[in-house]
């Protein structure tokens, strides 16, 4: 290899199949952690390194650009000891201080030839000098080790070399390459010593060939290897061929699928193939399921989202005469689509009213009782919310009592994803209202971020109540989320809770809410009353939805700091707070609503901010002018505040800016008379209860 060159640097390693799907994550991490490093160590002749992943089912590959092939030197200013260590009472050097420099590879050094300064504390040697930069060979190979043994492997495989020696990866490895241009890089990784040696696809290519350089290995692949290496150009290949083979129907096409089947193709090709048409009778969710989970197959919809009988499947292998291939996944899908067939037809000579029994025998957690206990709970959660919504009671508590009914339906049993859905489809069959086979859907939603929300009153009631009863029990048995732990998706179910109430715009307290869902574990001695906790969890995930949705730290703090009971009008209060901000007296006000909260605080032990102003004692015209204009607006604010017209309540309340800013330039709060200081911090209290009224505005000052 040429010293002092720059050029690109291909790192491939060759493997057995990858799991297909980890493979998105250990491409990433093995092109991430090679380029990083590399730029680490002062080897890359760029600000950022420029890397190009590639991944397919066989093989991890990087292309850095701009990789030298030695890393510049460096000016190194390192500490060398203490003084007091260094030298002796007569300033004479000590053996430490010959120990150190020769282990910094210094050892014939002198005093005179090191600094010495200040370290912040004491007085100490300092060496100054230039290292040389290291080498590609030195800097890959330590970046490969490092790399490697990062990688997030979800399994670790013990293999043997053909040599004998014993390798651990994810598969066993069979090739590695390092070009540096079109050089060989001499490092090694997992007992293999690299090379420029490649394989192509198993079928379509001819096997093993040279990689000329770091420049033309895609294009190599692509040509002789008959393999698309990019990851991602790969997956854009199959959307387009699967989009252009369903023509003018839809293509169902989740993207976890999509890049499974990726990961599982070198050379992507999509083929048409078809199932009886007597199977759609089964409910298409299903049929969709079974053939994504079991088959990894695409299937297709008209435009009004009906299932039709035709499907499509990602090949390995290209050929002319694809019939084989076509007739062998029909063959495979038959029996699949067939037991979902038998267990929606099992599944629905069983009523689902008749299963909530049962529910008895299937443990919830073993301090929260059986999956029936849980039910009965949730049903009477529903029924307590239902009349705070003017909702009909008797759809509610059915709704909620049939909910979790179908987890013992054989369906749900072989694809558990379609808990609720199944639930629908045999509620529907058994007779129930609609709304309540809606909610056996719907209360599970929202089921992830951006999912939609329940549509029907019903539905919505028995998702708050699901929801509500999961964050009661749970906490309640001291397995609050912690970190990055959250086991029983709290997170997710309190955010749920917080969308519903404020997307749908439900005027309800939710500290109601937790009190009568806390009031359903009367029976259940191992649960603590976690309400204070539980809202206050609630008030932080609210913060950070809030933050997605634009608004600032200052505005949210402003609104959540007052802790409110509804969720409904907390956007109405937000945009109030945003549009005063923009007010000319908003500062003033912020800044004295802050002085007045502090004042406020400090006197409050005296028990003096909750008696009324006596208007004999405003001596002051300063005082006595805010004193009326307080009066005079307070009407105007309670009235804006009972219309929910917020902007319009802190509008009326710019008016006071003048009169605030007099009083605190012309009186003195503090009077020695504790009539008179009494007063006014009465005085101080009403004002200050009138200006939080929307919000603490003092949180919008700098």
Known sequence: MTDHITASLLVELLTEELPPKALARLSDAFSQGIAERLASRGLIDATAPAAEAFATPRRLAVIVHNVRSVAPSREIREKVLPVSVALNAQGEPMPPLAKKLAALGFPDLGIDQLERASDGKAEAFFLSYTAPGATLAEGLQAALDETLAKLPIPKVMKYQRPNGDDVQFVRPAHKLIALHGDAVVPVSALGITAGRETTGHRFLSKGAFDVTSASTYARQLLDEGRVVASYTDRREQIRTALLAKAGNDQVVMPEALLDEVNSLVEWPVVYECAFDDAFLAVPQECLILTMQTNQKYFALTDASGKLRSRFLIVSNIATDTPREIVEGNERVVRPRLADAKFFFEQDKKKKLADRVPLLANVVYHNKLGSQLERVLRIESIAAAIAPLMHADLALAKRGAFLAKADQLTDMVGEFPELQGTMGRYYALHDGEPADVAQACAEHYQPRFAGDTLPTTQTGTIVALADKLETLTGIWGIGLAPTGEKDPFALRRHALGVLRILLEQGLPLDIRQLLKLTYAQFATQPHVEDSVDAIYAFLLDRLRGLLRDRGYTANEIEAVVSQQPARIDDIVARLDAVRAFATLPEADALAAANKR??????????????????????????????????????????????????????????????????????????????????????????????????????SKLAA
């Open 596 to 697: 007045i909260s502090n004042i406020l605080k400090k006197s409050d032990g005296a028990g003096t901010t909750t008696l009324a102003v006596d208007a004999a004692l405003l001596g002051e015209a300063a005082e006595r002018d805010l004193f009326d204009k307080l009066a005079s607006v307070t009407p105007v604010v309670q009235t804006q505040l009972a219309a929910r017209e917020y902007a319009g309540a802190l509008t009326a309340l710019a008016s006071l800016r003048t009169p605030v800013d007099t009083f605190f330039n012309d009186v003195m709060v503090n009077a020695e008379d504790p009539g008179l200081r009494a007063n006014r911090l009465a005085l101080l209290s009403q004002l200050h209860a009138q200006m939080n009224c929307v919000a603490d505005i």
